[in-house]
């Protein structure tokens, strides 16, 4: 299969820069659909560099750093440890400002909660990630405690698999 002229959507939308003028006028990320024999990717301009995932790697990315932005808000405050977190994980995952942005401002909205992965290896990553940013700024607190138990039951993680991860991950942090 040949490779087609990549058809560029920006993330930005053009028409708020021209609205807002705080907003920059180039998109601080854009995504190119490149057809391949291995299937549909996208290249992703994020932060000043180029990514190549699926738009379905690239959304499983955000939604994780939502999730982490939701539990970092669940005790009510943000640290700055659980900022450092949640400012390294963005970077880990490959995503930028603007979609750093993007999911502070979904975890200081009134809907915002956790949006659970239905596979089973972003199931345990999810819930290592969840572990790490409840313990980021050393106190465990109620609430947060009661959104992983809660996320851990929605996912139906046993009990013998939750004590597991916990010790790994808490056990991986000393």
């Known amino acids: 299969m040949a490779t087609t002229a990549p058809d560029v959507t920006c993330l930005a939308s053009a028409t708020a820069a ?3 003028s705080h907003v920059d006028a180039e998109p601080k990320c854009c995504r190119a659909k490149v057809s391949t ?3 549909d990717r996208q290249s992703f301009h994020v932060g000043g560099k180029l990514c190549d995932m699926s738009e379905q790697e690239f959304s499983d990315r955000v939604r994780q750093l ?3 932005v939701v539990m970092a808000f669940a005790d009510g405050s ?6 450092d977190f949640v400012a390294q994980r963005c970077h880990e995952l490959g995503l930028g400002e603007a979609e ?5 401002r979904y975890g200081l909205g009134d ?3 956790l949006e659970l992965p ?4 972003q199931r345990e990553a999810l819930l ?4 790490k940013m409840m313990a980021a700024d050393g106190v465990l607190d109620e609430n947060e405690k009661r959104l992983f138990a809660l996320a851990a039951a929605k996912m139906e993680v046993g009990a013998e698999r939750l004590n597991q991860l916990l010790d790994e991950t808490l056990g991986s942090m000393d």
């Open 128 to 131: 290592v990630d969840l572990i």
């Open 37 to 39: 024999p291995a299937g």
């Open 78 to 83: 943000l640290g700055e440890r659980e900022v």
């Open 100 to 104: 750093l942005s993007q999911a502070i």
């Open 66 to 68: 939502r999730n982490l």
């Open 18 to 20: 021209k609205r807002n």
């Open 111 to 113: 809907d915002a909660a």
């Open 118 to 121: 239905t596979e089973g290896p």
